[in-house]
């Protein structure tokens, strides 16, 4: 005889009282002060431990990006600039991986690490604007938004960005408060570790400077020492990058200039068409997520099936918020609304080759900006909602990361660029050196989308070497390729492949010529089969 067990009264009891306990917890220490910070870092820690693992099955079938490759490579020497960027990208990568292997799962692991730093600087910006209540809203939406998660797989200075800007704004707003000498040190001192990422945070330096000038209380701001020390000291601060850069003959800004100049204006409207796009549908879904958590606020269920309307015009209402500071939301309104139109329209004018990827710095203010519109108010409800719909997504997104990555495998089976063994490459040449020369490989050669990989994936870690392209990284050189030998790495059906045998014949007539075709299995499924043309040049004797 069967017998079914039925939960007691009592049991029922307590686990609602659990569930009800827990929920009471959150919302306290979400919207009280003292334990706000340590309840943010834990939920950054979490959301980059979760993403790490749902990244390492995502691209479980891929080698990491040539970005990620790049700045591995930077990082093994610590230069005051690399070619095409400022040096701090390298610098951080260079620590990290003193500290974790050259391994695929340590660069997703830095990627989250640094959105997940940029979670909780971001939470200190919105602290300046908010109350603590919609500052934990900011921050799950944060948490929600794309760039922070499925697009921040990628670790270059784009993505440090997310790190560096915020920490601008967030000494803007507080120089903006305090109006000290002090905090104009603060401010110069964050600019100068913006600049040092990308150059590209110029946009977000000139947004705050106009903010600055359009702000109501701009003479007050103005007539305090803050921002003419900070100018003072992010001038002092890059004066040893800026000697780089002379030296360097300004060699980004050359890199900058050809790569992303065009003429072609129909193209120039497609681009910026694209990025505006492409970033508001970014955007789109944690705006979505979080108007769903306030909209699942009791009584929604009966608001529904009386006064549907009521489930969102009860988020609004008239009258003086104490939760917003108004003076600095005017600041954040400012300067989001600048560097969302400024770039875009300066791409316009100026014929600009406009990447989306450009956008990756520029909206974290977004959720703030529509958080701090004081007509809006945000209920205790709320926040646990958001918080179950950001878990629920990582948690399903995890369990179902190997069955994604292996549909978009069978979807793009001959998509050399994302699953073409280039891991596989790098240690069969280094194989093949050791072999021939009983050395170690020391530099390599090519185009960065060929080299890059084999910088990061051969146990030798060998110095990239560009010959073709002005804005070398620096880390090697022509002397050295003469000196200790090189492989040389190309594509074949690239259309650059006859200057760089012009190179090659130049600089090492007697190179050995070879083929080689690599292919990856991942889970008994096998990627696309690549054909490279291999260039082996020996060490001066």
Same mark, same amino acid.
């Given at each position: 005889?069967?017998?079914?067990?039925?939960?007691?009264?009592?049991?029922?009891?307590?686990?609602?009282?659990?569930?009800?306990?827990?929920?009471?917890?959150?919302? *306290?220490?979400?919207?009280?002060?003292?334990?706000?910070?340590?309840?943010?870092?834990?939920?950054?820690?979490?959301?980059?431990?979760?993403?790490?693992?749902?990244?390492? %099955?995502?691209?479980?079938?891929?080698?990491?990006?040539?970005?990620?490759?790049?700045?591995?490579?930077?990082?093994?020497?610590?230069?005051?600039?690399?070619?095409?960027?400022?040096?701090?990208?390298?610098? /951080?990568?260079?620590?990290?991986?003193?500290?974790?292997?050259?391994?695929?799962?340590?660069?997703?692991?830095?990627?989250?690490?640094?959105?997940?730093?940029?979670?909780? /600087?971001?939470?200190?910006?919105?602290?300046?604007?908010?109350?603590?209540?919609?500052?934990?809203?900011?921050?799950?939406?944060?948490?929600?938004?794309?760039?922070?998660?499925?697009?921040?797989?990628?670790?270059?200075?784009?993505?440090?960005?997310?790190?560096? =800007?915020?920490?601008?704004? =967030?000494?803007?707003?507080?120089?903006?408060?305090?109006?000290?000498?002090?905090?104009?040190?603060?401010?110069?001192? *964050?600019?100068?570790?913006?600049?040092?990422?990308?150059?590209?945070?110029?946009?977000?330096?000139?947004?705050?400077?106009?903010?600055? !000038?359009?702000?109501?209380?701009?003479? %007050?701001?103005?007539? @305090?020492?803050?921002?003419?020390?900070?100018?003072?000291?992010?001038?002092?601060?890059?004066?040893?990058?800026?000697?780089?850069?002379?030296?360097?003959?300004?060699?980004?800004?050359?890199?900058?200039?050809?790569?992303?100049?065009?003429?072609?204006?129909? !193209?120039?409207?497609?681009?910026?068409?694209?990025?505006?796009?492409?970033?508001?549908?970014?955007?789109?879904?944690?705006?979505?997520?979080? *108007?769903?958590?306030?909209?699942?606020?009791?009584?929604?269920?009966?608001?529904?099936?009386?006064?549907?309307?009521?489930?969102?015009?009860?988020?609004?209402?008239?009258?003086?918020?104490?939760?917003?500071?108004?003076?600095?939301?005017?600041?954040?309104?400012?300067?989001?609304?600048?560097?969302?139109?400024?770039?875009?329209?300066?791409?316009?004018?100026?014929?600009?080759?406009?990447?989306?990827?450009?956008?990756?710095?520029?909206?974290?203010?977004?959720?703030?900006?529509?958080?701090?519109?004081?007509?809006?108010?945000?209920?205790?409800?709320?926040?646990?909602?958001?918080?179950?719909?950001?878990?629920?997504? @990582?948690?399903?997104?995890?369990?179902?990361?190997?069955?994604?990555?292996?549909?978009?495998?069978?979807?793009?089976?001959? %998509?050399?660029?994302?699953?073409?063994?280039?891991?596989?490459?790098?240690?069969?040449?280094?194989?093949?050196?050791?072999?021939?020369?009983?050395?170690?490989?020391?530099?390599?050669?090519?185009?960065?989308?060929? /080299?890059?990989?084999?910088?990061?994936?051969?146990?030798?870690?060998?110095?990239?070497?560009?010959? %073709?392209?002005?804005?070398?990284?620096?880390?090697?050189?022509?002397?050295?390729?003469?000196?200790?030998?090189?492989?040389?790495?190309?594509?074949?059906?690239?259309?650059?492949?006859?200057?760089?045998?012009?190179?090659?014949?130049?600089?090492?007539?007697?190179?050995?010529?070879?083929?080689?075709?690599?292919?990856?299995?991942?889970?008994?499924?096998?990627?696309?089969?690549?054909?490279?043309?291999?260039? /082996?040049?020996?060490?001066?004797?």
């Amino acid at each position: 005889m069967s017998t079914t067990s039925i939960p007691s009264a009592r049991a029922r009891a307590k686990t609602r009282v659990s569930y009800n306990r827990f929920r009471a917890w959150l919302v *306290a220490c979400a919207t009280r002060p003292e334990p706000g910070p340590w309840l943010v870092i834990q939920l950054a820690i979490l959301h980059a431990v979760l993403w790490t693992f749902i990244l390492i %099955n995502l691209k479980a079938a891929q080698d990491v990006h040539m970005d990620v490759a790049e700045a591995y490579g930077w990082g093994q020497k610590f230069l005051l600039g690399y070619g095409k960027h400022p040096p701090l990208s390298g610098w /951080i990568a260079g620590v990290w991986f003193k500290l974790f292997p050259a391994a695929d799962w340590a660069t997703y692991a830095l990627a989250m690490a640094t959105v997940g730093v940029g979670m909780v /600087i971001c939470w200190f910006v919105a602290r300046r604007v908010v109350d603590s209540r919609r500052a934990f809203l900011v921050v799950v939406m944060i948490a929600l938004y794309p760039i922070f998660n499925f697009k921040g797989f990628k670790y270059n200075p784009d993505l440090l960005q997310l790190v560096t =800007l915020p920490l601008l704004v =967030l000494a803007y707003l507080n120089a903006f408060e305090k109006r000290s000498w002090r905090s104009g040190i603060w401010l110069g001192l *964050a600019g100068a570790l913006a600049l040092m990422t990308k150059y590209w945070v110029l946009t977000m330096i000139g947004a705050i400077g106009l903010a600055a !000038l359009i702000h109501p209380d701009r003479l %007050n701001f103005l007539r @305090s020492p803050a921002p003419w020390v900070a100018i003072a000291t992010m001038v002092v601060a890059m004066i040893p990058h800026i000697v780089w850069l002379a030296d360097a003959h300004f060699v980004p800004l050359t890199y900058a200039g050809d790569t992303y100049s065009i003429e072609d204006s129909r !193209l120039v409207h497609q681009l910026v068409f694209g990025y505006a796009l492409h970033n508001l549908a970014l955007l789109a879904l944690p705006v979505a997520l979080a *108007a769903l958590a306030m909209a699942l606020v009791p009584p929604w269920f009966g608001l529904l099936l009386r006064a549907p309307s009521r489930i969102v015009t009860r988020a609004w209402a008239r009258g003086a918020n104490s939760g917003v500071n108004l003076p600095q939301a005017l600041n954040v309104w400012i300067i989001q609304i600048i560097v969302a139109f400024g770039p875009p329209l300066g791409a316009l004018v100026f014929s600009i080759y406009m990447k989306t990827d450009w956008g990756i710095s520029l909206f974290f203010l977004v959720p703030l900006a529509l958080v701090a519109i004081p007509v809006l108010r945000v209920q205790s409800a709320t926040l646990f909602n958001i918080v179950v719909i950001w878990l629920v997504l @990582s948690v399903a997104t995890l369990a179902a990361s190997p069955w994604i990555a292996a549909r978009e495998m069978a979807a793009n089976a001959g %998509n050399t660029a994302t699953y073409g063994a280039r891991s596989e490459l790098a240690r069969e040449l280094t194989q093949a050196w050791h072999t021939r020369f009983a050395s170690r490989w020391a530099i390599v050669a090519g185009t960065m989308e060929s /080299i890059q990989p084999m910088v990061f994936y051969s146990p030798d870690h060998p110095a990239a070497f560009t010959p %073709n392209e002005p804005w070398s990284s620096g880390l090697t050189s022509l002397d050295d390729v003469r000196k200790y030998g090189f492989i040389g790495v190309f594509d074949p059906t690239d259309g650059r492949l006859p200057e760089f045998e012009k190179w090659v014949s130049e600089t090492a007539p007697n190179a050995e010529r070879v083929v080689m075709t690599t292919r990856r299995f991942t889970h008994g499924k096998a990627g696309p089969s690549m054909t490279w043309n291999i260039y /082996i040049a020996p060490p001066q004797k």
